[in-house]
Every structure is written in C-alpha cells, then in structure tokens.
Nanobody, 123 residues
Framework: QVQLAESGGGSVQSGGSLRLSCVLSGRWFSRPCMSWVRQAPGKGLEWVASIDSAGAIPSYSDSVKGRFTISQDNTKNTLYLQMNSLKSDDTAMYYC????????????????RGQGTQVTVSS
C-alpha cells in the first residue's frame, strides 16, 4: 500500500521561507507524477505545482511561479516544495499527491493524497 506523509509546515511572516517534504512509501510498479495542492480556509482545492514521473519537468501555477520550487530525491523517495517570498495568500493546508497516469499538471484530482501540513503566513 502506497502512503504519503508531509512535513515541514509552520507559521512564518510574510516574505519568509519554508520547505515542505513528502515521503512516499510502499510498493509501486511504475513511478507516479507528484504534485503539491493546497486548500485555504473556505476555499476549494488548488493545484500548486507538479513534477512528472521522471522527475525532470516541473510545472507551477501562476500564483506561485518564481517563488516556489518543486523537486524530488528519488533515492529518498521524497518530494519537496521550497517556498520563498511567502504571502498571506499562501496560507493553506498543503497536500502532496500523486497520479499514475502522468497527468499531474494542473490537476486537483489525484489517485492518492497525504494528510497535509499547515502553512500559515502572517503579514
């Protein structure tokens, strides 16, 4: 059974940085694409960033492009999200998620999602 476990959230002031991590555990036959999605209070799920199954092609929503960086370390089965220049609008629960069809770009629906880690940005 495949599982995802996020960590690294917290409270930070506007302009600050955080790095989220997500460990992928279990067994799989083919490597999935991976995403970060978020949900702010009272709002729907928002796609933030993705990386393809080869870990070679990152993509970002317009709201985080130039500030966030998605990466993965396949030797550790870990996905990262480096978040810089954080704004109050970035306050949300952040989830890592995966799809088996390499269709992560722009997607809010995923085959599996973790429990989430809270990010709070104060102005």
């Amino acid at each position: 059974q495949v599982q995802l476990a996020e960590s690294g959230g917290g409270s930070v002031q506007s302009g600050g940085s955080l790095r989220l991590s997500c460990v992928l555990s279990g067994r799989w036959f083919s490597r999935p694409c991976m995403s970060w999605v978020r949900q702010a209070p009272g709002k729907g799920l928002e796609w933030v960033a993705s990386i393809d199954s080869a870990g070679a092609i990152p993509s970002y929503s317009d709201s985080v492009k130039g500030r966030f960086t998605i990466s993965q370390d396949n030797t550790k089965n870990t996905l990262y999200l480096q978040m810089n220049s954080l704004k109050s609008d970035d306050t949300a629960m952040y989830y890592c998620a995966l799809r088996w069809d390499d269709g992560c770009h722009g997607a809010t629906f995923h085959s599996l999602r973790g429990q989430g880690t809270q990010v709070t940005v104060s102005s």
